[in-house]
């Protein structure tokens, strides 16, 4: 519970002052096991905080609202919405001088310094497993460490960062660094450095958790997505899914299949490419997880300037059985969810021998599709080829997201416009400040 979101909202909306701190103190009671006179205490002071940010007359320390929400323009709901603001996120940021930035749409960062590829990158955990901290923190780890190897390189440290609201319970801080631990123990990168915070420090109340892992890797060659090109063939190898699999599984009840997630086969996938030097011989990889094969295909497609062409039944082959079955069972569209699975795109003539490399160390993959010029994505189904276009959220795997829904309001193109332009007035905010400062320089 945000106190000072709930506190703020209801001043703009002219309530009376007395109403206010009553309601408050309900909510507080409701949490803590506090007494009325304490609560009484801290709902005051929490209204004269509000009050007092409530509206600040600078235009640097203030913000200007877009009236667009996140929910409603599907941030972090890896469809359309989400690639929209991250194209957003990536202009404001401008030109870095970063080999591989933003810009890019990739799953790192990379700079070049001293004949090497230094790559990094920052996963937020699935905000689903708060109330599952050691999954929250063995899942995003496992996707940290995704995005170093994809792009050719070999992690050589971790890091994390937890935010635990004010009323969580301290052993959630323990079992998410448990679930960090683990992995880093069975792919052999030290988890280094790390942040424990509170979650709005004093204002916010309750035992949400949500926290970051990050990664750090070294490369002599990089395995980007830019660099797909028309003649390549494209290979998978098996999803089991990860954290947004997991959060499927015990949303829906359905425990037993978490299990399936608990592995390290993708990292383990990368890691024998690399020993082999065979990844010097791939053009670009990338793990399915940004809308599934959905999402991350567009993304190449329009990184690459490529057209790719995938063939269903082979992809669905790669699934992991139990996943596909809960999948199925449920009515969620496997090629829009997040599937932790291993894309690779390579020259034809280097297919047979990655496929031997993976083979013979037990993993599952095969030939899923190929590298065409033009653009998008295109599925063949049964002889039938059908554009393949990511939806504008992923596909719903919890009950509330199917309550919530996969496409947009009517109202897209304008809420498109309020971005823009609430992307125009950041970037404008950030020339200010940087001639405000360099202004003051002797």
């Known amino acids: 519970m945000d106190l000072e979101g709930y506190a703020k909202r209801s001043l703009r909306r002219g309530e009376n002052h007395d109403n206010i701190i ?21 709902a005051k002071a929490v209204l004269e905080e509000a009050e007092l940010t409530l509206s600040p007359d600078d235009d640097i320390i203030s913000f200007s609202a877009s009236g667009v929400t996140m929910g409603e323009f599907g941030v972090g709901s890896r469809g359309h919405g989400d690639f929209y603001a991250h194209q957003k996120i990536a202009d404001i940021i401008g030109d870095t001088g ?15 310094d001293d004949g090497k ?26 996707a940290a460490l995704r995005d170093i190897y994809v792009m050719g390189a070999r992690p050589i440290m971790l890091f994390s960062d937890i935010h635990l609201a004010d009323d969580g319970d301290v052993s959630k801080i323990f079992d998410y660094t448990a679930g960090i631990a683990t992995v880093s123990e069975l792919v052999g990168v030290p988890l280094v450095t790390g942040s424990t915070l509170r979650i709005g420090g004093d204002m916010v109340i309750g035992d949400r958790m949500t926290g970051c892992v990050g990664a750090v890797g070294i490369a002599s060659t990089l395995t980007a997505r830019k660099d797909a090109r028309s003649g390549d063939v494209i290979l998978i190898t098996e999803g ?15 425990s037993e299949v978490v299990m399936e997630t608990l592995n390290t086969r993708f990292l383990d996938a990368c890691k024998f490419l690399l020993d082999s030097d065979m990844v010097n011989k791939i053009h670009t990889m990338t793990d399915i997880t940004n809308g599934g094969v959905r999402g991350d295909a567009t993304e190449i497609s329009k990184t690459a300037g490529v ?46 021998d990655l496929l031997k490399v993976l083979r013979k160390h037990n993993i599952s993959v095969d030939i899923v599709g190929h590298i065409e010029e033009g653009s998008g994505v295109v599925l063949i189904k049964n002889g039938d080829s059908h554009e393949l276009t ?27 416009k309020k971005v823009d332009e609430a992307a125009d007035r950041a970037k404008e905010k950030k020339q200010n400040v940087l001639e405000f400062i360099l202004g003051k320089k002797p």
Do not use: C, W
């Not at 009325?36 to 801290?42: E, F, M, N, P, V």
């Not at 992991?320 to 003539?349: H, Q, R």
């Open 22 to 42: 009553l309601k408050l103190i309900e909510r507080i009671t409701e949490v803590k096991d506090i007494s009325t006179d304490k609560a009484s205490i801290l």
């Open 98 to 112: 970063a080999f591989i930035d933003s810009r890019q749409m990739d799953d790192s960062g990379v700079v070049f």
């Open 117 to 142: 590829y230094i790559v990094l990158t920052v996963d937020g955990m699935h905000s689903r497993l708060s109330d599952f901290p050691f999954l929250a923190g063995f899942h995003v780890t496992r």
């Open 240 to 254: 089991a899914g990860g954290g947004t699999i997991s959060t499927t599984a015990l949303y829906f009840g359905k």
């Open 307 to 352: 057209k790719l062409v995938f063939i269903e039944e082979k992809i669905r082959s790669l699934i992991n059985k139990t996943v596909l079955s809960m999948l199925d069972e449920l009515d969620i569209d496997y090629l829009g969810v997040s599937l932790d699975a291993l894309l690779i795109i390579a020259p034809k003539n280097v297919a047979e």
């Open 390 to 416: 990511p939806k504008f959220r992923e596909s719903a795997y919890t009950p509330i997201k199917k309550v919530v829904g996969e496409f947009p309001s009517a109202k897209l193109s304008e809420m498109q």
